[in-house]
């Protein structure tokens, strides 16, 4: 079965720019959706963005619009989530998750951590 594996985060300072990546472990059907969750320190999980992974139609949350970026590779079987002009607001452990409906909770991967300094 499909299994997500996530990288790319770190400690940042405010305004800076940061990519995580999620690499899935199989081929993924067209009508597959990978999205990028966050849970910070005493806050629900909050949904970041997702992509489907046919016809790369995007969504995100409201917090993240006009700064983030998703992104995916088919041909990679990976999502890319750019994220700029980031906000200490922004730390939070970072999950990759897929699924067959929107919002895609069905996998989950184990999660980065992004720290934004002030």
């Known amino acids: 079965q499909v299994r997500l594996v996530e990288s790319g985060g770190g400690l940042v300072q405010a305004g800076k720019s940061l990519r995580l990546s999620c690499i899935a472990s199989e081929r993924l059907y067209s009508s597959y959706i990978m999205g990028w969750f966050r849970q910070a320190p005493g806050k629900e999980r909050e949904f970041v963005a997702a992509?489907?992974?046919?016809?790369?139609?995007?969504y995100y949350s409201d917090s993240v619009e006009g700064r983030f970026a998703i992104s995916r590779d088919r041909a990679q079987n990976t999502a890319y989530l750019q994220m700029h002009s980031l906000k200490p607001d922004d730390t939070a452990i970072y999950y990759c998750?897929?699924?067959?409906?929107?919002?895609?909770?069905?996998?989950w991967g184990q999660g980065t951590q992004v720290t934004v300094s002030s």
């Open positions: 998750t897929g699924g067959s409906r929107y919002p895609p909770t069905k996998k």
């Open positions: 992509i489907r992974h046919g016809t790369g139609q995007t």
